[in-house]
């Protein structure tokens, strides 16, 4: 069993005994008390006889990270007071273990020996966990700072191999992994901080996270892992709407934020570690910025399956792992799909329809190519024109035609549907539009797509919904192209309606 350790900063025991209760009806099965500058024996005592959880009680130096600045001998003391207990452990450097030649101190059950890298990967990492396992500690403790997300794979290969209970995590963001897969793995422990801003290392998540967004609970040796690869990553919405859908249908699976550095190089060294670390389990993966091109070119030199659509926008967002690889984009069947069922049409039928593009940068180009495949006119408006102007000239004529037009020239359109795909109206700058200083006339039959999901309801969309017209919100293609991927990976069809709603309360919060 993995236990779930909130480690708590002891300020006071009446604090410290309150947030361990708190932590224990957050779901911990452990709480690790940080005593590094609250060393009253007579309190430290009091407090672990009286914890609602089994505990773990360190005294960190200021040598590993920690804020005690006694000297070695001062810090051991600490530990003599409270009697043996078998659901007490201590947390002691292994540095310090070894520098003072010391024997297990006698005062409580276990002993943890740690050790802590805060500048990366320890030179002599598999050296260290031998010499580790080999002393007289009871459980094994190595934490590194993650380089790359390469090196979580390391820590899980340290799980893997444990001779005896072993905790092996790595910090900062490209870390984040090892803590939500710990138990995957049979780590001892992984670390929750209480709230968000409780965290006690680099990238620790909170036990809220950990056990809604993260499905602790389901978290088994078997469960498929998927994930979202960009750089920067945490704010991505993707873990919540796909760890809340496999929870909904009960799949085995638990999608993780993977943040890959930018350029191909990284990408492809990601790529290359995590498909052959067979015991990940990785099932598939989702593609953001800045690696969707990245993604297509190292499929196609992997030799994968490609849609060709997608190697014609020339980037994917969607890879599935399976006996082989596949690379698709669900970004542009999300966008044809939010269109064809709002107007209740055929993809083919989009042929007679006059579209007004705005924007010509990633989204904009995925709009355009899969519009014009299906043979829809598109005029494409951006505020730098050459683009706009490359852009039609690349896909015109392949299915349908495409135009670039001057946004000056926006209120002589006579599309029948517009599409935002710039990021003019997104939050936080969501009192301009891209229709401002134009006159465009929004009638009941026209329909107005925003992609931008934050707002839900930017300002083009409140002026077209003031005119009359029919508007497709951002959130629509969101959430589509995320159950284009879902289905893609699990052969089940996507609880749409959840994901939807694990977006809009997302979004509420997070909108401010
Ligand atoms: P991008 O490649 O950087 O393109 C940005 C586009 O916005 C370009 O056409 C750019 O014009 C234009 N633009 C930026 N600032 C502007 C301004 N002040 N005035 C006029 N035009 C401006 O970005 P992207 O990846 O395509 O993303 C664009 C939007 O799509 C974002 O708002 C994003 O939220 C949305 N999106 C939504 C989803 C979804 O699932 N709903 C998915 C992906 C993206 P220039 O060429 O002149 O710079």
Redesign the pocket.
């Known amino acids: 069993m993995t236990h779930l350790c909130v480690p708590i900063f002891v300020h006071s025991r009446e604090q410290a005994l309150r947030d361990a209760i708190l932590a224990a009806e957050n779901g911990a099965d452990l709480v690790e008390y940080r005593i590094d500058t609250f060393t009253d024996t007579g309190d430290i005592y009091i407090l672990v006889q009286n914890s609602p959880l089994p505990c773990i009680v360190t005294c960190r130096s200021s040598a590993e990270g920690g804020h005690c600045e006694l000297s070695d001998e001062e810090r051991l003391k600490i530990f003599e007071t409270p009697g043996p207990d078998e659901a007490r452990y201590l947390d002691l450097e292994f540095e310090t273990f070894k520098r003072l030649a010391l024997s297990p101190p006698g005062g409580y059950g276990s002993l943890i020996l740690s050790s802590h890298d805060f500048k990366g990967r320890p030179d002599r990492l598999y050296n260290l966990i031998s010499e580790m396992t080999a002393s007289p500690a009871n459980v094994v403790k190595i934490v590194w700072t993650a380089r790359t997300v390469r090196d979580n794979l390391e820590a899980f290969e340290i799980l893997l191999a444990r001779q005896k209970p072993t905790i092996a995590l790595c910090m900062g963001e490209a870390g984040i992994i090892s803590r939500i897969l710990a138990k995957k793995f049979g780590a001892f422990l992984t670390f929750a901080s209480l709230s968000k801003s409780a965290e006690t290392a680099p990238g620790q998540i909170s036990i809220h996270d950990m056990k809604r967004l993260y499905r602790w609970d389901a978290l088994n040796p078997a469960t498929k892992v998927f994930g979202v690869v960009g750089s920067p990553i945490m704010h991505s919405m993707s873990p919540a709407i796909h760890n809340a859908a496999f929870e909904q249908i009960g799949f085995d699976g638990v999608y993780v934020p993977l943040l890959v550095n930018e350029g191909y190089e990284s990408f492809k060294a990601f790529m290359e570690s995590f498909l052959a670390f067979a015991p990940l389990n990785l099932g598939g993966l989702s593609i953001?910025?800045p690696h969707k091109e990245n993604s297509l070119r190292y499929l196609k030199e992997k030799g994968a399956a490609i849609d060709p659509l997608a190697e014609s926008i020339g980037a994917l967002n969607t890879i599935v792992i399976d006996q082989q690889l596949t690379g698709f984009s669900t970004?542009y069947a999300?966008i044809l799909d939010s269109i064809t069922t709002k107007l209740n049409i055929t993809r083919e039928q989009l042929k007679d329809y006059r579209i007004a593009v705005?924007?010509?940068?990633?989204?904009?180009?995925?709009a355009v190519a899969a519009l014009a495949h299906y043979g829809a006119t598109v005029v494409i408006y951006?505020?730098?024109?050459e683009?706009?102007e490359a852009l039609a000239a690349e896909f015109n004529g392949q299915t349908g035609k495409v135009v670039a037009a001057r946004?000056e020239k926006l209120c002589d359109s006579c599309c029948r549907i517009f599409i935002?795909?710039?990021?003019?109206?997104?939050h936080p700058?969501a009192a301009?539009s891209?229709v401002d200083g134009h006159d465009v006339k929004f009638t009941p039959d026209t329909l107005v797509f925003d992609?931008?999901?934050?707002p839900i309801k930017t300002k083009l969309l409140q002026t077209a919904e003031a005119a009359g017209a029919p508007i497709i919100?951002?959130?629509?293609?969101?959430?589509?192209?995320?159950a284009g991927q879902f289905e893609a990976w699990t052969h089940k069809t996507a609880p749409v309606d959840l994901m939807r709603k694990v977006v809009e309360e997302r979004l509420g919060v997070d909108a401010g």
């Open positions: 953001t910025i970004d999300a705005l924007g010509a940068g990633g989204t904009g180009r995925t951006n505020r730098t024109h683009k706009a946004f935002n795909t710039t990021s003019v109206g997104m700058k301009a891209p992609t931008i999901y934050n919100t951002g959130v629509e293609m969101f959430v589509r192209q995320a």
